[in-house]
């Protein structure tokens, strides 16, 4: 099962466009299911995901943990992603300190 695992700091005010950029799985070969884990240092962020043109979830704060998601507790967004579809993570953080984005994306190709 492929896998992303990120860790990324977001400064203060600033967005990170999509956590999973650059990542050899950041476009689907096939059509797979995907589920993701994605948490927050602190609290005041959000995060969106997309999976192509399809909104999985809107502007949303993410769980607080100071460590990686862990499996199957932080795994809350599952979807499937039609073949050639990009997988983007975007987080904002309108805080006034740097928070830390720890984002896993599992991958079945079906």
Not at 55 to 69: A, F, I, Q
Not at 78 to 90: T, V
Request: charged fraction near 15%; glycine fraction near 8%; charge should be negative.
């Amino acid at each position: 099962m492929p896998s992303i695992q990120r860790e990324t700091s977001v400064a203060a005010g600033a967005v990170n466009d999509n956590v999973f950029s650059g990542s050899a799985f950041e476009y689907a070969r096939g059509n797979s299911v995907v589920s993701i884990g994605c948490v927050a240092s602190a609290t005041g962020t959000f995060i969106t995901i997309q999976s192509g043109p399809d909104v999985v979830l809107e502007e949303s704060p993410p769980k607080v943990l100071t460590t990686m998601p862990v499996i199957p507790d932080d795994f809350f967004y599952n979807f499937a992603m039609a073949a050639g579809d990009r997988l983007l993570l975007r987080a904002r953080n309108p805080t006034g300190g740097a928070v830390t984005i720890r984002a896993v994306a599992n991958i079945t190709y079906v």
